[in-house]
């Protein structure tokens, strides 16, 4: 990473938030990166290696058909469709989505552009596997409510949700903007069980920790049989 990568971040960030809009930034610095002016601070040849370690030891059945949030080029969504899932995974950014297809061409994962805060009603309570790495944590704090509603209604019933972020230290002006304790606690809800919430070590970034957290939404039960009594 350059000085120049964080500030490509900060700049364009600040812009979109004076003019209060939150996701404003991300279409702009996919656009400097496609034009070799700036470079997309997360990009990585190598998928995310929470993920690999928990999809290669997990004993939670992966589902049949996932989705991968803020997938940019898409090196996650892969590696999630290399285990046989039909993958579906968004962007808002429209260069990033380009970007994903260019470097896959032959993928079998469904690419779209799409809008966390306003996603399409046919992929709600749609996917067994929901997976966000560090999306929610990109928007700033006013719509991190909207955010996790949103990445909930993804889920069908007996589907898992896996979130990897970064954890909230000490204050800090965003982006990003980890999360807190309060806010793992908060993805929680009645019908969203945690099933476990780790601090990890990140293997690529020595001396950092990261969240990864497994929800499970139950699986509908049948109503239970009820006595009405023998007329
Ligand atoms: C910090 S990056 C994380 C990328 C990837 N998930 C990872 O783990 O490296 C956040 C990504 O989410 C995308 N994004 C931000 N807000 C979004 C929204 N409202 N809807 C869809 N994608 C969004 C950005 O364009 C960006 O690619």
């Known amino acids: 990473m350059t000085d120049a990568q964080p500030s490509a971040d900060r700049r364009l960030a600040a812009q979109a938030l004076a003019a209060d809009d939150p996701t404003g930034w991300f279409e702009p610095l996919y656009a400097e990166a496609a034009a070799g002016t700036s470079v997309v601070p997360w990009d990585r040849d190598e998928p995310n290696p929470l993920l690999v ?6 004993s ?9 949030i803020g997938c940019g080029y898409g090196v996650d969504a892969e590696f999630v469709a290399a285990q046989g899932i039909r993958t579906t995974a968004f962007d808002i950014s429209p260069t990033a989505i380009r970007g994903a297809r260019t470097r896959f061409p032959q993928s079998p994962v469904t690419y779209k552009v799409a809008d966390l805060l306003h996603p399409p009603a046919a992929w709600l309570a749609a996917f067994d596997l929901v997976i966000e790495s560090i999306t929610i944590q990109s928007l700033p704090p006013a719509v991190r409510e909207a955010s996790i509603a949103a990445i909930r209604g993804f ?27 309060a806010d793992m606690n908060a993805i929680a809800t009645s019908d969203l069980t ?3 919430v780790e601090r990890l070590p990140r293997p690529d970034t020595p001396g950092r920790h990261r969240w990864r957290a497994e929800f499970h939404r139950p699986a509908v039960q049948g109503t239970p049989a009820t006595d009405h009594g023998t007329p």
């Open 194 to 196: 945690p099933i476990r």
């Open 53 to 58: 370690d928990w999809v290669t030891t997990t």
């Open 155 to 181: 889920l069908a019933p007996d589907a898992t949700l896996l979130v990897i972020a970064d954890i909230a230290t000490t204050p800090a002006p965003g982006p990003p903007w980890p999360l807190t304790p």
């Open 60 to 68: 939670t059945p992966l589902g049949g058909r996932a989705l991968v």
